[in-house]
């Protein structure tokens, strides 16, 4: 089974679309929780344009499944999160312009500059995640960093145009995930993916989770959270017994 782990932050963007108290990010997490999802992702981000410090510090109380917090490597954010220590820790790129993230960290780059903050957030109890784009290079790295998991941006398969562009984006996130698991990384997944796309992307086997926000939250403000990610579950479920049926 793939473990579906829900990100919330959107909830929080509609929040701040007001400025207001509602709706409530940690109350997002638990009606999530309650429907079956098998974690909560959150982002920090330096300009807290969604979730904000004292999110970020109720997520960590509440939270009963795996807690992952996405966030850059900004001194002030790493010192936050060593001390919040969830039980995991998802390094991204974070550009103040962009409208989300956008590709993967260039680990191969940042290497000299990861090493002491991935030890750094190990010493503090956190697993340690990069999010990368599927390539050889940028995989060995994260390995050679230290990091625990890998998570593959799926981005490239999301955004792709046509059968053709999908079919060589999967090829790459196949092979992504079998050099993850080859250098002792577990491999997840995320960016972009919806109700329409999760199953082909999910038939691919191989991923130990994968990590979905702005669809699953558009659905809720429809249909409510829980039916929202008891659908994107079931999806993701079915698909893995095309796997298994398949061979
Ligand atoms: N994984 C990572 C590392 C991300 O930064 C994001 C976006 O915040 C996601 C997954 C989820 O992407 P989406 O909101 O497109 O489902």
Known sequence: ????????????????????????????????????????????REDRRHINDRDAELLRRTVQSPLNMEMSIAPEIVKIAAKLAPPIVTLVPERREELTTEGGLDVVKLRAKLKPIVKKLRDAGCATSAFI???????????????????L????????????????????LAQGIEAGWQHGLTVRGGHGLTYRNVRDLASLGGFEELNIGHSIVSRAVIVGMREAVREMKRLIDSADAVMDSDG
């Not at 709706?23 to 999802?37: I, K, N, S």
């Not at 290079?137 to 960093?145: G, L, R, T, Y």
């Not at 981005?155 to 999908?166: C, D, I, L, V």
Request: charged share 20%; with cysteine; aromatic share 6%.
């Open 1 to 44: 089974m793939i473990r579906l782990s829900v990100n919330i932050d959107h909830v929080a963007t509609i929040r701040q679309a007001r400025r207001t108290d509602e709706p409530d990010p940690v109350w997002a997490a638990v009606e999530a929780e309650l429907a079956g999802a098998d974690g909560i992702t959150f982002h920090l």
């Open 133 to 151: 784009e599927p390539r050889a290079e940028q995989i060995a790295a994260s390995a050679e960093c230290g990091f625990a998991t890998v998570e």
């Open 153 to 172: 941006w799926t981005g490239g398969y999301a955004h792709a145009k046509g059968p053709a562009k999908q079919l060589a984006a999967l090829q790459a």
